[in-house]
């Protein structure tokens, strides 16, 4: 398992900064509410480009999640660092990044025992299906196209634990809901 001791921003509830923490301490149990992101890219056909998390991740290992998240550094710009984390996890580089809301969510992790307890931005983008994408194996162990309709029917198919993220469901239903930004490249 990796450790991260670069900072994260601690918010209130609303989302206001309340002070900083690591990204280890933040997610130590019972876990403290922190600034994230989710970015979600979407095809031409509006599929969302999935990852597998990889195995050494700290926070639900091998789940299948959206196409990247991270945390902002304190002060800094969401789109800003989703843009940066997105190259960095998928060699990916999209211009027109565009925050569409927020999820809100708390999930235990039974495998490692670390918490998310995120405020989290939701980011979406276009990505050609046909692209190039070059993940980083130390964060991504494999990536696919998946349709609302498919991960509609995975998700009610489930109880319990899966091979999904906690907090996939709930940003996609955030980036779904938000119609997406029509002036999207």
Known sequence: ?????????LV???????GQSTVDDAHAPPGKLHRAFSVL???????????????????????????????PAPGEDVV?????????????RVNGLAE?????YRAEDPVTGSV?????HVVVGRWPQDAEIAPDPAEVAAVRWASATELA???????????YAPWFLGVLKVALGSGLPPDLP
């Open 1 to 9: 398992m990796t450790t991260e001791p670069k900072l994260v921003d």
């Open 12 to 18: 209130e509830p609303d989302g206001a900064s309340i």
């Open 41 to 71: 890219l979407f095809d031409e056909d509006g599929r969302t480009l999935l990852q597998q998390r990889s195995s050494s991740k700290s926070r639900f290992p091998s789940r299948w999640a959206n196409t990247c998240c991270g945390h």
């Open 80 to 92: 800003t660092a989703a843009a940066r984390r997105l190259a960095s996890e998928t060699g990916i």
């Open 100 to 104: 569409v809301g927020v999820y809100t």
């Open 116 to 120: 998310e307890c995120e405020y989290d």
């Open 153 to 163: 029917a995975a998700f009610e198919t489930v109880d319990g634990d899966h091979e």
